[in-house]
């Protein structure tokens, strides 16, 4: 009986907890649409709108961009 009274806290799961998997911040999404608009255009206004979109922005960008040779 002590045995299991000792080791049971070990072992016991506080259901209150729950786990956040997404937090408060920018996904790496924005930061790489917000990294890619700022190299092409130095605009601090474009790069806030490329961040807001995010992904969207990324795949835009792959596929518009020129190819380098």
Same mark, same amino acid.
């Given at each position: 009986m002590f045995l299991f009274i000792?080791?049971?806290?070990l072992f016991a799961?506080?259901?209150a907890v729950s786990n $956040?998997? !997404?937090g408060n911040g920018i996904g790496?999404?924005?930061?790489l649409a917000i990294a890619i608009c700022w190299?092409?255009?130095n605009s601090v206004l $474009?790069? !806030?709108?490329a961040g807001f979109?995010?992904?969207l922005y990324?795949?835009?960008f792959l596929i518009v961009r020129e190819r380098e040779n």
């Open positions: 000792s080791i049971h806290p799961q506080d259901r $956040t998997v !997404i790496i999404g924005s930061a190299t092409r255009t $474009t790069s !806030i709108l979109f995010g992904w990324v795949i835009y």
